[in-house]
């Protein structure tokens, strides 16, 4: 088997040998799910502070769902409320549980794991005899306690509280989906695709994985990252058991993830391709979206279908993998069939839904708790959160580490192209801190300072510290124009002045540096001390 962390990675497009094209029947139903578009590039709504927005207010949506570095989705259903949480990575507190009641407006409700055991890929939400699940696969990192296995949390709210991680032993595997089979078994499927029972608590695995099912092949001249078989989910439907998966690659080549499918009668097989397969795929370098994959089907308020899945906005990868939904229809054959083709125009929304606010404001005074809403931490220690602390309106930042490349900054997903982020800060003597745009310890860029100096940051590294003539305490200011990145500072918050640097950062994503993350605001405190951060204000514009 080959993983997504052991998968090519790719610097550039090359040249690409796109193979065939997508199903004739699949571009049928597409045609018939999408709504015309007025302009070839469709506008989004303006949602807190001008982010962007998928509801159009006018019956339609335009993807993405989630903006943002919101890959992997894994969706419940639970009566008239849908839950959806994402790969988190790196950031902790972790697996934010998202709500929505017409799949198209969603908001966060709970952070639901607060121990840093791993790099956390793409987890599993269900719900099973009333109590709620997260099934959560990781890769170790150098922080102490994590591991590379798959874990399982729960709760009997969706709030929480949700129980400590219990390690199910599962080092060679990733994406657990969970089953259960037509005589009550609970299984995890994995990449593979194989399979492990589940104890009837759910809690631990009975015996070990074994194979299941060898999936459809695309045809060799594909352009595609690996075959890389990932992110199982089965349902069950109308007397069968649907397997839907990815194979291709997640990143790499942009026409190498796609979505596939296999039936059974059985939760044990014999399990037969889909005729159509593959059923979503990017087949030309000039679409909207790349990479697309790692589908789950769900049921709509009306009771209609639909699937979440991810993909790469062209010419953004910096925003990581975003959350796209798309309509499924069942054919006269028993096959679900993916609607709404490259998914760059509107699409009517799922009838009967009740709309609500969408996403969240990501300015904060700090006179309101928003870590692990907000704010995570990046590969924190066990003891980080002491850093923190909130008070009249001040976060108070113990500094860590020299530099950011040794430090753990705060950081948050952004949603948009072209937003910019401001701060007021403050230093004790012998700290430094700053503003960043972060991928990892290895790849940032931004400002900081201390009493007597600016520090620049590129690519990771210090390149230059200029003298300061603010002091200990300065305003910031970050823009990024669509990876063009320029910096601002004042000594009053009315005064701006242009930094000595600008940033071009449309390399700084998985392609170049690996990973599967996105490149984040942050904020900094190093050396020793602490920093003190006061309103910190976030502006999209569009």
Not at 28 to 45: K, Y
Not at 423 to 436: F, K, N, Q, S
Not at 470 to 488: A, D, E, K, Q, T
Request: aromatic share 12%; net charge neutral.
């Amino acid at each position: 088997m080959v993983s997504r962390r052991d998968a090519m990675k790719s610097a550039g497009l090359g040249s690409l040998l796109l193979g065939a094209g997508a199903p004739a029947a699949a571009a049928a139903a597409a045609a018939c799910a999408t709504v015309p578009a007025a302009s070839a590039a469709p506008a989004w709504g303006a949602g807190f502070e001008g982010q962007r927005k998928p509801d159009l207010g006018n019956g339609t949506f335009l993807n993405p769902i989630v903006a943002g570095d919101r890959p992997d989705p894994s969706i419940l259903k639970d009566g008239d409320d849908y839950y959806m949480t994402f790969s988190t990575f790196d950031a902790y507190p972790g697996l934010v549980i998202w709500h929505s009641k017409d799949l198209v407006n969603w908001r966060p409700v709970t952070a639901t794991l607060h121990r840093n055991i791993g790099s956390v890929w793409a987890p599993e939400l269900c719900k099973h005899k009333g109590r709620y699940y997260l099934y959560i696969p990781t890769k170790k990192t150098a922080v102490p306690g994590s591991k590379t296995t798959s874990w399982v949390i729960w709760a009997d709210r969706i709030e929480g509280p949700w129980s400590d991680p219990v390690d199910l032993d599962l080092p060679r595997h990733i994406d657990p989906g969970h089953a259960v089979g037509e005589d009550g078994s609970r299984w995890l499927f994995l990449s593979g695709v194989d399979r492990v029972r589940l104890a009837d608590d759910g809690l631990s695995t009975v015996g070990k994985p074994e194979k299941v099912y060898e999936p459809w092949r695309y045809p060799d001249d594909w352009e595609v990252e690996a075959f890389s078989p990932e992110g199982p989910k089965v349902l069950r439907h109308n007397g069968y058991y649907y397997l839907i998966l990815a194979v291709g690659g997640t990143s790499g080549p942009p026409t190498g993830h796609m979505v596939i499918a296999a039936r059974s009668k059985s939760i044990d097989g014999p399990w037969e391709h889909h005729p159509r397969n593959p059923l979503v795929r990017t087949v030309d370098v000039a679409e909207k979206w790349w990479s697309r994959g790692h589908a789950t089907l769900v049921q709509g308020p009306a009771g209609d279908w639909w699937s979440v899945y991810h993909g790469y906005e062209n010419g953004f990868w910096t925003l990581g993998r975003q959350c796209l939904l798309a309509p499924v229809t069942w054919s006269a054959d028993g096959w679900p069939d993916f609607g709404g083709g490259d998914l760059s125009q509107p699409i009517r929304k799922p009838a009967r839904g009740v709309a609500g606010d969408h996403g969240m404001p990501l300015s904060d005074d700090f006179s309101a708790d928003k870590y692990g809403i907000q704010w995570n931490f990046f590969n924190p220690a066990p003891d980080e959160s002491k850093r923190l602390a909130r008070r009249n309106g001040t976060l108070h930042l113990k500094a860590s580490g020299k530099m950011p490349s040794d430090s753990s900054p705060l950081v948050f997903v952004v949603p948009d192209q072209d937003y910019e982020v401001e701060c007021e800060i403050e230093v004790d003597p012998g700290t430094r801190a700053g503003l960043l745009l972060f991928y990892d310890h290895k790849l940032y860029c931004g400002m900081g300072f201390e009493e007597r100096n600016l520090v620049l940051h590129r690519y990771g590294t210090e390149h230059g510290q200029p003298a300061n003539p603010y002091g200990r305490r300065v305003f910031l200011r970050i823009r990024n124009r669509r990876h063009v990145v320029s910096i601002h500072l004042s000594g009053d918050g009315k005064t701006w002045t242009r930094g000595p640097r600008g940033y071009e950062v449309s390399g700084y994503h998985h392609n170049v540096r690996g990973g599967f993350m996105s490149l984040k605001p942050a904020l900094y405190a190093a050396g020793n001390g602490e920093a003190r951060f006061r309103n910190f204000r976030y502006r999209a514009f569009g």
